[in-house]
């Protein structure tokens, strides 16, 4: 049966783009649908900023009626431009285990991609490093995180036999909450406290309280993470974006921030408990009643989900990081969390992985970045 490749060009389209993974992985213990609203947000190229700047493509696969596929491509004109590079990127690929169809998606981006002259297919990555990267190539057995993704082995085991490389590995540490902190790490901290005073650390209460930080800790995210892979400056409008697409599920005990005299920001880190278990019990739906799993799993877990987080150039190397980690492993302590997920960190960012591991912290998973020159 021939499979052919049409363009997303209507709704009718993009629902069945947006809720195609829910029936390829219905039987995936580990896998967790995504907020369904948040995706008919990220796919509209009316309410998802990032569009304005990149040149797209969403593509499903159909052999013969019967849908069967689907893939993004994306094409960041500012990032390549600043990085000196011309790449086109795929992302949020699902199929099922046919090699026929993956390699129908993979060759149409790529027509796609040389039409528009660029040089070679790197994926999975979206707008940003921010959207889910990479697929898992190590710890198929562990559950899912949020924004981050869940694959089959065959999709990577696909990618490999139509000549993908490895461009970069992103490792993922368990790290456990001690029933007390290091007395070490704490002499670091204190040590950083007294060589810094006139930094402050912040701790919330409310989410109320957080709002007035959201655009100033995304302007030290901007400029602190320019080295990090496929990483994009956040407009002001995508900051509060952004904001407004996590605010409600962040828990206000798990953001640190440190400000300066002048009350700037000069570090922070945020957390999140693992609300996976609500999501899977809501089906991926807030309303009219799933947030109450969610917010509900969210207190009930016993793993805590490090998102994000960040030290100015200048106060880094000061042991900042210490006073972070410090007020982040005591809230976790007081609310009962066992263990905390890094989230994705590049396997060569030795620094981070270094706390990591001095924290007692473990890889157990690792996602994977293909590229494929054009």
Known sequence: MAISIRPVENKRDLKAFIHLPERIHKDHPNWVPPLWGDEWVFFNEKKNKSFRHCETTLLLAYRDDKLVGRIMGVIHHPYNKEKNENNARFNFMEAWDDREVIKAL???????????KTEKLVGPLAFSDKDPQGYLVEGYDEPMVIASHCNFKYITDHLSELDFEKELDLVVYKVP????????????????????????LVEFKTRRQLRKYIRPILTLVNDTFTGIYGFTKFTPEEMDDFANRYIFVLDPRFIKVIVDKQAKPVAF????????????????????????????????ASQLNLLLGAVHPDYQNKGLDTILGSAMLDSARKAGKTHMDSHLEMETNTKVRAEMEYMGGEVYKRYRIFQRAL
Do not use: C, H
Request: aromatic share 8%; net charge positive.
């Open 106 to 116: 993979i060759d149409a981006v790529a027509v796609w991609a040389r039409a528009n």
């Open 177 to 200: 909450v001690p029933e007390q902190t290091p007395e070490l790490y704490l002499k670091i901290a204190e040590r950083a406290r007294k060589n810094n005073p006139e930094l402050r």
């Open 269 to 300: 880190v945020i957390g999140m408990p693992d609300i996976s278990g609500g999501i899977k019990q809501a089906r991926g739906y807030l309303f009219p009643f799933g947030f109450i799993p969610v917010l509900t799993s969210g207190r009930k």
